[in-house]
């Protein structure tokens, strides 16, 4: 088809790799990125054209695309291991920020998600932050880390972290294994749904079977439900008789309807034993 066309024809993984790497902004996530798109492309690395054309030269020969082909390969194969070497030395970085975490008995609750559910939405409205948050798919890569204080001078870390779809790349699951981690040592998830999504449900089961796969499956979870600004009174009576006893209907951008969300993640933890419990929960005191 390509050639047909004149246009580049790339696969779906491509075209996900691709928007990832236009959104990666640290140093971590654009390393992340460039290991993940290595190693999809690596097995696909075929001659093309004049200069790498796979010709033979007699039984036992070499043809000059292919060894071209080869060079390329082996100047990827050592790009891997050098990207692979300096995301585990970020890793053992955050290993030590994860462990001063714990000495200090400071909760994380890490918001997770299918893309564009509104997880950066929901972290700016309750940290009063500024992270990018935009209606486009992918928009926030790099995983934000935010604390927020509770009364009585009680601090939770609340963990930001990429939107998932259906059916991750692989090479982009193992690549970015290293900062998704975070959500399996995570002592608490918020599993962000889009409630105004035809698709909601089916985004649910995709982020649930993306946790399983993360080692989070049995981290404990509030549903969260967003955007239900977007539906009207009947809707949302009907999502909210379908809902569990740990689900809550909010709209990001409005402070006010996070309060009980926020009353939930303070009684959790105080059961568990993080946080001291108190009467009041952030927002209380405010007009």
């Excluded at 439900?225 to 539906?231: A, S």
């Excluded at 209907?249 to 001291?276: C, K």
Aim: hydrophobic share 40%; proline share 5%; net charge negative.
């Amino acid at each position: 088809m390509a050639e047909e066309t004149e246009l580049k024809v790339i696969d779906r993984t491509t075209l996900i790799l691709d928007i990832f790497a236009q959104h990666a902004r640290s140093a971590d996530g654009k390393l992340q990125v460039e290991l993940a798109q290595l190693r999809y492309m690596l097995p696909r690395m075929v001659g093309k054209g004049t200069a790498m054309s796979r010709l033979a030269g007699g039984i036992g020969g070499r043809g000059p695309g292919e060894t071209k082909l080869e060079i390329d390969r082996r100047r990827a194969k050592e790009r891997i291991n050098a990207l692979t070497r300096r995301l585990d030395e970020l890793r053992q970085r955050r290993d030590q920020r994860r462990a001063l975490r714990r000495s200090t008995n400071v909760p994380v609750v890490a918001i997770v998600g299918y893309t564009n559910a509104g997880k950066s939405s929901l972290l700016n409205t309750v940290t009063q932050s500024e992270v990018l948050a935009e209606n486009k798919l992918f928009a926030t890569l790099d995983p934000t880390v935010r604390r927020i204080r509770f009364p009585e001078d009680r601090e939770v870390v609340l963990l930001d972290t990429v939107g998932f779809i259906r059916d991750l790349p692989p090479a982009l699951l193992q690549a970015f294994s290293a900062t998704l981690e975070e959500v399996a040592d995570a002592d608490l998830l918020l599993l962000v749904v889009d409630a105004s999504d035809p698709d909601r449900d089916q985004q649910r089961s995709a982020v649930e079977a993306i946790l399983g796969d993360l080692g989070a499956g049995k981290v404990p979870r509030l549903l969260v439900f967003n955007k239900c600004d977007l539906l009207d009174a009947e809707e949302l009576a009907v999502r909210r008789a379908e809902a569990g006893p740990d689900s809550f209907f909010i709209t990001a951008l409005d402070r006010r309807s996070t309060f009980p969300l926020m009353q939930a993640i303070e009684n959790h933890l105080w059961e568990r034993g993080m946080i001291e419990r108190s009467p009041t929960f952030p927002g209380d005191d405010e007009s």
